[in-house]
């Protein structure tokens, strides 16, 4: 895999993205600043959860969410529509670069737009609320997450049969994820069996490494590499899906 091939595919999306950086920032902060509105200052108004406050509680959570949803859609829904309308896609692939760094151009693209959007709300939590902490297990937590799901947006499309099967996997794995994923409640609130099956969804464990980074709480190392042994699977599906769709 060559780290400049990567960036050629990389490039074409960099330059849409900078031309339209101030539209998809409005549009990418509507949703956690409505979370954090209906939230953190609507329903936890006066609420305490694990002995902090829950707009304390929250934030860090919108953060994870924010850039899962950024980082899936940036990278699945542009590569889904290149493939199936635009078939742009199919020059991609004659051209003279190894699958891996195809892979890794289209996939980055959605993490560069998880950060822009994750950095765009954390900056205006850091306006409302100062005492948060911004360290390197922080940033290593939202990297992870912004490559994790921007792979698993690049296995979506490339398995996706029509644009309303991008929908149909967000509806069925994305949605499930934002509400029970650690995000709006602490997971030692549900039942035991519960909370094991919660811990299978990605978010969660992004979730916790996030907010107890920025939190400055023990961090959650198990959890660190489970983010880590999911962006394996989820890259290593995308590569046997495009090397079996080139036989």
Not at 28 to 46: C, Q
Request: proline content about 4%.
């Amino acid at each position: 895999m060559k780290l400049a091939d990567a960036y050629s595919i990389l490039w074409a999306d960099l330059v849409v993205l900078h031309r339209r950086l101030a539209r998809f920032l409005v549009t990418t902060l509507v949703s956690p600043l409505l979370y954090l509105v209906a939230f953190g200052w609507g329903l936890g108004r006066g609420i305490t959860v694990d002995g902090m406050s829950y707009f304390a509680f929250v934030v860090p959570g919108i953060i994870a969410l924010t850039a899962m949803n950024s980082s899936f859609t940036g990278a699945g829904t542009r590569l889904n529509v290149d493939r199936l309308y635009f078939k742009s896609f199919d020059e991609c692939l004659m051209a003279p670069i190894s699958p891996s760094s195809l892979l890794l151009g289209k996939a980055l693209v959605g993490a560069v737009r998880g950060l822009a959007s994750s950095a765009a709300f954390m900056i205006l939590a850091v306006l409302i609320s100062p005492a948060f902490a911004l360290s390197p297990l922080f940033l290593a937590s939202l990297i992870i997450t912004c490559l994790m799901f921007s792979f698993l947006g690049v296995l979506a499309a490339l398995i996706s049969k029509s644009h309303e099967d991008m929908g149909t996997f967000s509806s069925l794995i994305l949605l499930p994820m934002t509400f029970l994923g650690g995000t709006f409640f602490s997971l030692s609130q549900v039942p035991e069996a519960l909370r094991f099956a919660l811990y299978a969804f990605p978010l969660t464990h992004s979730s916790l490494c996030i907010r107890a980074a920025v939190l400055e709480q023990p961090f959650p190392w198990t959890s660190f590499l489970v983010m880590v042994g999911f962006f394996g699977v989820f890259s290593a599906g995308c590569y046997l899906v495009l090397k079996r769709a080139s036989i």
